[in-house]
């Protein structure tokens, strides 16, 4: 792939997030000289005229400049005005800083620390793949399921992993089920929803599998009541580790993780991370949000530095929580407000921080890999305005990069698509005491 090879080694010319303060701090240095300068021509009342005309004459070219650009897309001032003036970016482009991870990001830790095997420059070549495949998808406009990050890091894991069989619980109109087809489309695939994907195409687009087996309508077994022992025998599959299970059903994930462990799953994929705070089910993001691991934690009060800095933020994304609805009237800040919900949030039992610090345990005596999503392009690039930078691990494409955004094809994507980003997870799974 010579296009993306060539856009990624000009990836190293580029100023980082970083790097940025350090050029802006050089830009204002060169300011002060010339400024400087002006004042002492200027006081001396000699070659003010000149100097004068000088600056007009640059700031007609800078206008000039300004205008090709903007008209060219290359520059867009319109979409966040307020946090140019947050960040001190003056193009709202090149170089913004949104501070990624700045509030932490919670990362669930593993038996013996192991990775994955994919990198960033994978997952670039990957999106260059998929952008033109998700391009056919049946179903356009998918509210209330998966958005473009979603879909492409399922698509992308499951074409990794290369499973005999795709178990999928919650269908919707199935589009996650299509996702599923385009990454494996020899292998199996069972799909659990309450109802039928079928049922939608009265009303509009809906993707049905000729070669999937639909647990759904009247046939439909919530995944914990299935006898996967003998359902796996049936089927011929006896190595565990060739199924992938995606949940995308909003159920408490502990709960999940426990009965995937029951049937021996190894691969799980989870589309619902939730952060702490919010959402409608216990997620891996809110059970290792802890104290004890980097990024996680927090301090509910009121006048300190974590309450201002999301009380600031919230003023800029819409999902960006602030300190009073992280904790609520107790200090209670795991989970949503003290809360384990379950279920889209039909139940929501109360939990002792004892208890979820007991869960975070837990989950580091089963996991052997842990690894969230990155959002695939940084909000400059995306236009996104819901999930708050702060929580989240840098983008697969970094703010600034958009040559290298528009050659993937994504700045052809509504930006609706990218709205929909909750840390998806990826998790390798054994019972404790057994290492792999
Ligand atoms: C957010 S939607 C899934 C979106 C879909 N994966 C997509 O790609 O667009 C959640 C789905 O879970 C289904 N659901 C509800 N309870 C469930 C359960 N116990 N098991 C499986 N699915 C369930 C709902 O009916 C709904 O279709
Ligand atoms: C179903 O799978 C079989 C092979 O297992 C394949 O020949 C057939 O084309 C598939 N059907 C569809 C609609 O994908
Ligand atoms: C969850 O349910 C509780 C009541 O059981 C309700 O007070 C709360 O607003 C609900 N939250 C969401 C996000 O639906």
Not at 153 to 170: A, D, H, N, Q
Not at 265 to 276: R, S
Not at 299 to 309: Q, S
Not at 402 to 416: I, R, T
Request: glycine content about 10%; overall charge positive.
């Amino acid at each position: 792939m010579p296009e993306i090879a060539g856009v990624l080694s000009s990836r190293r010319i580029l100023p980082s997030t970083n790097s940025f303060t350090g050029e802006e701090d050089s830009k204002k240095q060169r300011h002060i000289t010339f400024w400087d300068k002006l004042v002492v021509n200027g006081g001396g009342g000699i070659k003010l005229g000149f100097i004068g005309k000088c600056i007009a004459v640059i700031l007609f070219v800078l206008l000039l400049v300004f205008i090709f650009a903007r008209s060219r897309g290359m520059i867009d001032c319109g979409s966040y005005p307020r946090l140019s003036r947050l960040y001190g970016s003056d193009t709202g482009d090149e170089g913004v800083g949104f501070e990624f991870g700045s509030l932490g990001v919670p990362w669930c830790r593993s038996k013996q620390g192991k990775t994955v095997e994919w990198t960033n420059e994978d997952l670039l070549k990957g999106l260059e793949e998929f952008v033109p495949i998700y391009e056919t998808r049946p179903i356009k406009n998918n509210m209330f399921g998966m958005g473009f990050d979603h879909s492409f890091g399922l698509w992308f894991m499951t074409r990794w992993l290369k499973p005999v069989l795709m178990i999928e619980s919650g269908a919707f109109k199935g589009h996650s089920t299509w996702v599923l087809r385009q990454a494996m489309p020899m292998s199996d695939i069972i799909s659990l929803s309450p109802r039928h994907p079928e049922k939608y195409l009265t009303k509009g687009p809906a993707y049905v599998d000729a070669n999937c087996t639909y647990l759904s309508g009247k046939d439909f077994v919530d995944f914990g009541s299935v006898n996967w022992k003998s359902l796996l025998k049936k089927r011929e599959i006896s190595d565990l580790s060739k199924v992938l299970v995606f949940f995308d059903d909003h159920q408490n994930e502990l709960k999940r993780l426990k009965q995937a462990l029951k049937a021996g799953f190894q691969n799980l994929i989870f589309e619902d991370n939730y952060d702490t705070g919010t959402g409608d089910h216990y997620s891996f993001r809110q059970i290792c949000d802890q104290s004890y691991i980097k990024g996680g934690g927090h301090i509910c009060f009121k006048d300190g530095d974590e309450a201002r800095i999301r009380s600031e933020r919230k003023k800029f994304w819409e999902k960006a929580v602030d300190i009073e609805e992280l904790c609520g009237k107790r200090d209670a800040w795991w989970g949503v407000r003290g809360q384990m919900r379950d279920n889209f949030n039909h139940s929501n039992r109360v939990i002792s921080y004892a208890e979820h610090f007991q869960n975070s345990r837990f989950i580091e005596t089963i996991l052997d890999v842990y690894w969230e999503l990155p959002p695939v392009a940084g909000p400059s690039l995306t236009h996104q305005t819901r999930y708050d930078p702060a929580r989240v691990s840098t983008p697969i494409v970094e703010d600034g990069r958009f040559n290298l955004f528009q050659k993937l094809g994504l700045s052809k994507l509504e930006a609706s698509t990218f709205n929909g980003y909750t840390q998806m997870i990826y998790l390798q799974v054994s019972a404790p005491n057994t290492k792999r």
